[in-house]
């Protein structure tokens, strides 16, 4: 599965923004998938995950309520919607694909349990 996320940009505080990746192969409707970020000078942190179904879903907690998740299979598509965002949130966006296996058994969360990842888009939010 190859990936490549989109729609990143700069929006002022407050604003919204809609990333977008997009997988190639036909494993896609398959694999769980996730949303990761890094500031600069910050370790990755989790963001969302959805499973293959769409389903079950995984928010970080300062995400909670201004972030969605959300994929259409049909299109080989995973999308997180951004709201209300704030300077904070600024940072490298990456989506991800992890085997359905391991969101079962807890790894939804957790970078390393991620097989595929896409290169990234940059999301800046001014104040």
């Known amino acids: 599965v190859q990936l490549q996320a989109s729609g990143g940009g700069l929006v002022q505080a407050g604003g919204s923004l809609r990333l977008s990746c997009a997988a190639s192969?036909?494993?896609?409707?398959?694999?769980?998938m996730g949303w990761f970020r890094q500031a600069l000078g910050k370790e990755r942190e989790f963001v969302a995950a959805m499973f293959y179904s769409g389903g079950i879903t995984y928010y970080a907690d300062s995400m909670k309520g201004r972030f969605t998740i959300s994929r259409d299979n049909a299109k080989n598509s995973v999308y997180l919607q951004m709201n209300s965002l704030k300077p904070e949130d600024t940072a490298v966006y990456y989506c991800a694909a992890q085997r359905p296996n391991e969101y079962y058994s807890g790894g939804a969360t957790l970078g390393p349990r991620y097989e595929y990842w896409g290169q990234g888009t940059q999301v800046t939010v001014s104040s």
């Open positions: 192969g036909r494993a896609f409707s398959t694999y769980a």
